[in-house]
């Protein structure tokens, strides 16, 4: 049984987005660790920094200017990424869990492990944000040492990267979170190769896409130059050229995998993924279902074009453990995006109104996917259902029930 993580989410209230506050959020995590192993010194930001500027200086300078870890790519040793998915069970169903920004070694991330635990999908999946910078340690506290609460699934369980394993290069997501992320056929197991995959099966491909290793810059080149998120010319590649995604004759049902929001009513977008992808399918005409992290909000946007040739249904999942954010969307153009988003409050604290930390349970049952969104006190959010005709490559929506405090536009 994993043992229960004494943090909660709130520490993270108000993190910043920028690379070295997180850093310093690291150090000052070793340096609380060690004083409490060692004397009774008040854990006070200042005598952290007081002995251990030189520390954080250095590990932010370090990530900052160094050199981000190789681009790791399919196809390696005759593996190219693209999996059939397992059945799992005996009608054939393909369970797959979605969690996003999850990775934080809270009690909420716990208790929705523990949740996925129960449920026992064939595969999970994250998003990305390991916290704070995604070193080894923090790698090890959330997924892989004895006591992390990370459900690895029967048939798979893979990981995209977010910015924050980034800030310290992706070292330790390349190095060690991968290693130990994995997809079965049979009995043969792949191990996590690249930062990107494809699981699919005759109705259904599920597309992970790397937009962490571009999210984050040089610091003095990105005053120029904002990152973008793009997919790398490796990726395109491999989408073009392994999962064949240009293939008019292929109409199964897409969904695609980011961490990066394609759409948002809140903060930066990243629309070049998107478009990269419209690009690679050659002006067909396809509706897809996306799913993305990064925002720590449950969104569902209306389903609309977001580039030529390409219509999705984009929903924002960031909420597996991070405090989750209910705030009022600003303007009229945001609201006529918006279709559902759950800001129901779970406790306040100062200024801040907390909502529930959840997590997407698909199921793919023949050319039928449910999705169903599940909070970390068991409670249904919503359960939605699309339908893929093959003949076309059209999706048909529904959405079968929901919590009545869900909020709709
Ligand atoms: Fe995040
Ligand atoms: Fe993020």
């Not at 048939?155 to 990267?161: C, E, K, N, T, Y």
């Not at 199921?363 to 699309?386: C, H, M, P, V």
């Amino acid at each position: 049984m994993p043992e229960r993580s004494e943090n909660t989410s709130d520490k993270y209230l108000n993190l910043g987005h920028t690379a070295a506050e997180n850093h310093a959020k690291t150090q000052q995590k070793l340096y609380e660790k060690h004083v409490a192993e060692t004397s009774s010194v008040t854990r006070r930001l200042d005598e952290f920094f007081k002995t251990n500027i030189f520390g954080f200086a250095w590990h932010y300078l370090k990530s900052r200017f160094g050199k981000r870890h190789a681009y790791p790519f399919y196809p390696v040793d005759g593996d190219n990424g693209v999996y059939r998915m397992q059945p799992s069970d005996k009608e054939g169903a393909v369970t797959v869990t979605l969690l996003s920004d999850w990775a934080n070694d809270t009690r909420e991330s716990d208790q929705i492990a523990h949740l996925v635990a129960q449920d026992m999908p064939g595969y999970t999946l994250h998003l990305g944000d390991v916290y704070y910078v995604g070193t080894r340690e923090e790698i090890r506290e959330n997924f892989t040492a004895p006591h992390a609460s990370w459900y690895f699934g029967k048939s798979g369980s893979l990981a995209l990267s977010g910015n924050h394993e980034m800030y310290s290069n992706g070292n330790a997501f390349f190095d060690h979170l991968l290693t130990a992320m994995y997809a079965m056929e049979g009995d043969v197991k792949h191990t996590q190769r690249a930062g990107f995959f494809c699981l699919e099966n005759d109705f259904w491909r599920v597309i992970g896409l790397d937009t962490g290793y571009t999210s984050v810059g040089h610091p003095l080149l990105e005053v120029l130059f904002a990152p973008d998120s793009h997919l790398r010319k490796e990726q395109t590649d491999w989408l073009e050229e392994q999962v064949r995604l240009g293939d008019p004759h292929d109409k199964r049902g897409l969904i695609f995998l980011s961490h990066h929001p394609v759409l948002s009513g809140f903060r930066k977008e990243y629309p070049r993924p998107a478009s990269q992808i419209a690009a690679l399918m050659a002006g067909a005409s396809r509706p897809a279902i996306w799913f993305w992290g990064h925002e720590h909000r449950l969104i569902g946007y209306k389903f609309r074009e977001v580039c030529r040739g390409l219509s999705i249904y984009g929903r924002c999942i960031g909420v597996g453990g991070m405090p989750v954010e209910t705030d009022e969307p600003g303007d009229r153009e945001v609201i006529g995006q918006l279709d559902f988003y759950d800001r129901r409050v779970r406790k306040k604290i100062r200024r801040h109104q907390v909502g529930y930390n959840a997590y997407v349970a698909l199921t793919f049952r023949g050319n039928q996917l449910t999705a169903s969104y599940k909070d970390l006190e068991s409670n249904l959010i919503l359960e939605e259902k699309w339908e893929v005709e093959l003949e076309t490559g059209a999706l048909r929506h529904e959405v079968l029930r929901h919590t009545p405090k869900l909020s709709w536009y």
